[in-house]
C-alpha cells in the first residue's frame, strides 16, 4: 500500500491494538492456574460483543445491514478462519508439542500474508518490506522462546518429543491466520471498520457457544468466578478495542504491514510483564526488542 496519511493511520491503529492485546495476554497468564485458554478466547469475545453493538447503535459505526452478503460472509469466514478455528488448532498443537514449539511456526504468518497479498491482491513484491517482516518475525520468535524459556508452570508438552500431528497444526494455524488475514483485507474495503468488526465478533461469539458447551461437557475445568471477571475486563480493553484497531490497521495499512505489527505483541508485552510478574530481561531479550523494532519500521518504511 501507498504511504498516505490512512496508511500511517492504520500502523498507529495496528500498533495500539496490538499494545493492548499484548498487556491482556501478560493479564491472561496471571489468570492460567484458575480458567481454561478456551475460556480465555470465549470470553473475551463474548465480552467485545456488547461493545460493538453499543457503538454501532451509538450511530459511531455503520449497521451491517447495510453490507452487501459476499462482504458478510469475508468478514465472517476472516474470524472463523482466524480466531476460532485457527486460534483452536493452535491450542491443540501447544498441548501436543508445546509452546516453545508451537508459537515460532504460528507467528510465522506475517511472511505468508504477504506472499499471499502479492499473489493475489496485487501488492507489489518490495524486497525491503519483506526482509524487514522476516527480521521482525524471527526475533519476535527468539523474544518469546526466551520469555518462555523458564516458566513458572512448565508444561509436560514441552517435554514432549515432537510429533507430526502437532506440528501439522501448528502449520496449519499460520495458514488459518495468514489467509484469515487476507480475507479481511478484502472484506473490510469498501465498508465501516467498526460495522465489519460486529460481524466479526458476532459470528466469532456465536462460533464459541458450541466449542465451549462441548469442552465443559467432556469435563474441561470450570473458570473461577474471579477470573472470568479479570479476562472480562481485560478482553473489554484487548479484545473489544484492541478488535477495533486491528481491523482500522487492516483496512488502512494492508494486511502484510497489520500482520507484522500484530505478531509484534510480545515486544509490548515485555515492559509489562517486568512492572506486573517482576520478570527479568536478559540481553537477548534487550537485543530482540531493537530487532524486532527495526524489523517492524523497515516493513512500514518500505512502501
Not at 479481511?184 to 459470528?203: E, F, H, M, S, Y
Not at 515486544?267 to 531479550?285: C, G, M, N, T, Y
Amino acid at each position: 500500500m501507498q504511504a498516505t496519511p490512512e496508511f500511517y493511520l492504520g500502523v498507529l491503529s495496528g500498533v495500539f491494538g496490538s499494545a493492548l492485546y499484548a498487556i491482556s495476554v501478560v493479564v491472561y497468564r496471571g489468570q492460567r492456574e484458575s480458567i481454561r485458554p478456551l475460556d480465555i478466547s470465549s470470553v473475551k469475545m463474548w465480552t467485545a460483543l456488547p461493545l460493538m453493538v453499543l457503538l454501532v447503535l451509538a450511530g459511531v459505526g455503520q449497521s451491517p445491514e447495510l453490507f452487501p452478503v459476499e462482504t458478510v460472509l469475508l468478514l465472517s469466514l476472516s474470524i472463523l478462519l482466524g480466531a476460532v478455528i485457527g486460534d483452536t488448532l493452535y491450542l491443540v498443537s501447544q498441548e501436543r508439542i508445546g509452546v516453545s514449539y508451537a508459537f515460532p511456526v504460528a507467528m510465522s504468518f506475517p511472511i505468508l500474508t504477504y506472499f499471499l497479498t502479492v499473489a493475489f491482491l496485487g501488492e507489489p513484491l518490495i524486497v525491503l518490506r519483506l526482509v524487514g517482516a522476516c527480521v521482525a518475525v524471527l526475533w519476535v520468535i527468539i523474544l518469546s522462546r526466551e520469555q518462555n524459556s523458564h516458566p513458572a508452570d512448565p508444561s509436560p508438552a514441552s517435554k514432549r518429543r515432537l510429533d507430526v500431528l502437532g506440528l501439522s497444526l501448528a502449520i496449519l494455524t499460520a495458514v488459518l491466520y495468514a489467509v484469515g488475514t487476507t480475507i479481511l483485507q478484502v472484506g473490510v474495503k469498501d465498508v465501516d471498520p467498526i460495522g465489519a468488526n460486529l460481524v466479526r465478533v458476532g459470528v466469532g461469539s456465536a462460533a464459541f457457544v458450541p466449542l465451549s458447551f462441548a469442552a465443559h461437557w467432556r469435563g474441561m475445568m470450570s473458570p473461577s468466578k474471579h477470573a472470568v471477571l479479570i479476562v472480562a475486563i481485560s478482553g473489554f480493553f484487548g479484545m473489544g478495542i484492541g478488535s477495533i484497531l486491528y481491523v482500522y490497521a487492516v483496512k488502512f495499512a494492508g494486511a502484510a504491514v497489520s500482520s507484522v505489527i500484530a505478531s509484534s505483541a510480545p515486544l509490548f508485552a515485555l515492559p509489562v510483564s517486568v512492572l506486573a510478574l517482576k520478570e527479568q530481561v536478559s540481553r537477548i531479550a534487550a537485543l530482540g526488542v531493537v530487532a524486532t523494532v527495526a524489523g517492524v519500521l523497515m516493513v512500514v518504511l518500505g512502501g
